[in-house]
């Protein structure tokens, strides 16, 4: 299997922490230099305490002496163990809050993130390995500061000890180096093992996590149970993917259980030939007992220290292994522009498509085939066509969701890319298929801004526009009854029409020169979709708008019809004239036409 290498180094992370940090909060990197010193003297001051306390016991120095050297030595080490406790105290406190901070990071980042990119497999893959270095405790964000602490201050130590420590024996510290070194080795290719391997269980986590969501889910709850969905469909699918999770759980355990073995094992033969060395100078070369308790002391904690340096390195590598993860989503470049763009439209705008084709990445097919047309300033267009052939893909480029694989697409003759991706955004108004709400009161649902920012009058005003002022009314707090019961107790839950009166709301509120119906009324019956589409043609007044709709009756006000077939347009024209042509929309509406046939004589009857 080729290895994938990290994509940053692990110095290169840990200056990318340390600037991010000093940004987020200078006080967690002055404390982590406070803490450094304290976490060196209080092992070296414990150990010549020890050494001191034999040396006057042999000296037969009097009790007074003994006593005071010892409330000294004690007061010292009191007063730096408080000052670590209180710095490790307020460092963990701090660093917590870095976590939080990179949460908002990617939670922006999501957000801001071209959709094309987010909705992509490897941008997924590249979201979710992100959030899961944030997922508890032990991310890197939040303790890398305390393993650069401890790595800084095991190498002064191991400094400042091996000084001492060459004027006792120069193998002993050759036995520590060595050894301690092959455990370090042993545990390296250990975090390379499951970092190359990582890949393969994070898209098992991220399919258990969507079933698990799912199954908790008010939408589905009533398809689960009368359909047996349990038993059915989600219980195996969960237990086969919970299966070959728990497999790479088990190899991991059983590699690093393996590892543990051997870095015991070595550790065990090196505290026998180290102790073996001080019992054979104490008896041949004359160690007297205080330098003997002195140089046990230091041995020990020497081991500690480079231990201490080799535990906090592969510590930092697995730390800087999830911040790889973090920087190669947080590091994802946009393609639309985010600087400066020319001014966007202040009225309705011209369309125009020039040899546009797309196809998706990593795909051979084209969904989009060369198309060419234009939607004149306050132009209404209905794009139909057969499920899959195009329409909404379509869309997303319109709305610079996608970007044409070939061709470009011109907004009253600039390319959007010449416009800035927010400022173009906003003038945008879509309903998609996928109607969403938040759990927040339906003011802020429709208005999508906090409660200061929203204009009261506009907001009454699209309600009543859209028919939902009659539904808020009814309701005790008004527009500031929450939505989505499921979540809020006193919240209230709205029907299909009622949702589609929201989304239509939204789309006023917003008054975008470009508005696009997207078939967002698919889960209501041909009459109903009739008459709101009615509504929004009413209401969209002189505004260009694209009505896309499988159902040919909802769109036969429109001025023009584009037919779109396996991704290129077939037919163009008004309705009579489709019909007249006798050609596959004509065909299509025919089919159709029994689900609609009263409506369709209706409007023939008042015309």
């Excluded at 010892?70 to 710095?87: C, H, Q, R």
């Amino acid at each position: 299997m080729k290895k994938n290498l990290p994509e940053y180094s692990l110095i290169n992370n840990i200056l990318y922490i340390i600037k991010k940090t000093w940004k987020l909060d200078k006080k967690l990197l002055l404390g982590s230099i406070i803490k450094i010193p304290l976490t060196v003297l209080i092992p070296l001051a414990t150990t010549y305490l020890s050494s001191v306390v034999v040396n006057l016991i042999a000296a037969n120095e009097t009790t007074e002496k003994m006593v005071l050297t010892v409330v000294v030595f004690s007061a010292l080490l009191l007063f730096l163990n408080t000052a670590n406790n209180y710095t490790g105290i307020k460092l963990s406190f701090r660093s917590l809050g870095v976590k939080f901070s990179f949460i908002t990071l990617c939670s922006s980042k999501s957000m801001d993130l071209d959709y094309d990119i987010i909705e992509n497999p490897n941008g997924q893959l590249k979201m979710q390995k992100a959030l899961n270095s944030l997922d508890d405790d032990s991310s890197g964000t939040q303790q890398i500061f305390g393993q650069i602490v401890n790595i800084v201050s095991n190498f002064l130590g191991l400094l400042s000890y091996t000084v001492i420590l060459l004027q006792l024996n120069i193998w002993i510290v050759l036995v520590l180096f060595v050894i301690t070194l092959i455990i370090y080795f042993l545990n390296q290719k250990n975090n390379l093992w499951i970092h190359n391997h990582k890949e393969e269980w994070i898209s098992l986590d991220r399919k258990i996590k969507y079933i698990n969501t799912k199954i908790s889910s008010y939408e589905f709850a009533k398809d689960v149970r009368i359909y047996n969905m349990m038993k059915k469909w989600f219980d195996p699918l969960q237990n086969s993917l919970t299966q070959k999770r728990m497999l790479w759980c088990n190899k991991v355990e059983r590699r690093s259980r393996i590892i543990s073995f051997f870095s015991a094992f070595l550790t065990m033969i090196r505290e026998c030939c180290v102790y073996f060395t001080l019992i054979h100078m104490a008896l041949k070369d004359g160690l007297s007992a205080a330098e003997f308790v002195l140089y046990t002391g230091l041995v020990s904690q020497y081991s500690n220290w480079l231990l201490g340096i080799v535990n906090s390195y592969n510590v930092l590598q697995v730390y800087s292994l999830q911040i790889c993860d973090l920087r190669s989503f947080l590091e994802l470049q946009n393609r639309t522009n985010r600087g400066s763009g020319i001014p966007v439209p202040d009225s309705s705008p011209e369309i125009s498509f020039e040899n546009v084709s797309y196809k998706y990445p990593e795909s051979d097919r084209y969904v989009l085939k060369n198309l060419n047309f234009k939607i004149a300033k306050g132009e209404k267009i209905a794009l139909v066509g057969y499920n899959g052939a195009g329409k909404t893909t379509l869309i997303k480029l319109l709305c610079g969701l996608y970007h044409p694989t070939n061709g470009i697409i011109k907004i009253n003759g600039h390319e959007i890319s010449e416009y800035n991706i927010h400022e173009f955004h906003s003038i945008i108004a879509v309903v998609f298929q996928d109607i969403y709400f938040l759990p927040t009161s339906i003011a802020k649902n429709i208005s999508l801004c906090s409660n200061e920012n929203i204009d009261s009058t506009l907001l009454h005003k699209v309600c009543a526009q859209s028919g939902l002022d009659s539904k808020i009314e009814t309701l005790e707090q008004k527009e500031n009854t929450y939505l989505i019961k499921s979540v809020s107790e006193n919240a209230t839950d709205f029907s299909g029409g009622e949702k589609q009166k929201l989304a239509l709301a939204r789309a006023l509120y917003k008054r975008g020169n470009i508005v696009i119906l997207d078939e967002p009324t698919a889960a209501l019956d041909a009459i109903a979709e009739n008459e709101m589409y009615k509504k929004y043609n009413e209401l969209t007044g002189d505004t260009t708008s694209i009505f896309i709709s499988h159902r040919l009756s909802s769109t036969r006000f429109c001025d023009r019809i584009l037919f779109l077939e396996n991704g290129e347009i077939v037919e163009t024209g008004t309705h009579d004239q489709l019909i007249k042509s006798d050609g596959k929309y004509a065909h299509m509406f025919h089919i159709q036409s029994h689900y609609y046939q009263e409506a369709y004589h209706d409007e023939n009857t008042e015309a």
